[in-house]
Nanobody, 121 residues
Framework: QVQLVESGGGAVQAGGSLRLSCAAS????????MGWHRQAPGKQRELVAT???????NYADAVKGRFTISRDNSKNTVYLQMNSLKPEDTAVYYC???????????????WGQGTQVTVSS
């Protein structure tokens, strides 16, 4: 019904920057909150940042001041600008969207396939 395609991951040295994108397509009536999570090897998946349909944002303490989440509703896309990257930011990053697929006012969660971010010291 809904497909999410992530892009922008890669390898970078500490202090560098990357920009992740997550584009949704398919049966989309409306998109609510959008967010990014990450999972490092041997650790649980954790929330990185979220943005509501109204543009309100929330960040994990570990990334505040370095990461910026944004959205382009005309493109059904959410972005994560990551600056001043640290080795501890190394993880697989997943986007997560709440999507309304019909006129019924219910939002279902959809996840991207994940994109690897590797930060070397």
């Amino acid at each position: 019904q809904v497909q999410l395609v992530e892009s922008g991951g890669g390898a970078v040295q500490a202090g560098g920057s990357l920009r992740l994108s997550c584009a949704a397509s398919g049966r989309i009536f409306s998109i609510g909150s959008m967010g990014w999570h990450r999972q490092a090897p041997g650790k649980q998946r954790e929330l990185v940042a979220t943005i509501t349909s109204g543009g309100s944002t929330n960040y994990a303490d570990a990334v505040k001041g370095r990461f910026t989440i944004s959205r382009d509703n005309s493109k059904n896309t959410v972005y994560l600008q990551m600056n001043s990257l640290k080795p501890e930011d190394t993880a697989v990053y997943y986007c997560n969207l709440g999507v309304q697929t019909s006129s019924w006012p219910v939002y279902s969660p959809y996840w991207g396939q994940g994109t690897q971010v590797t930060v070397s010291s």
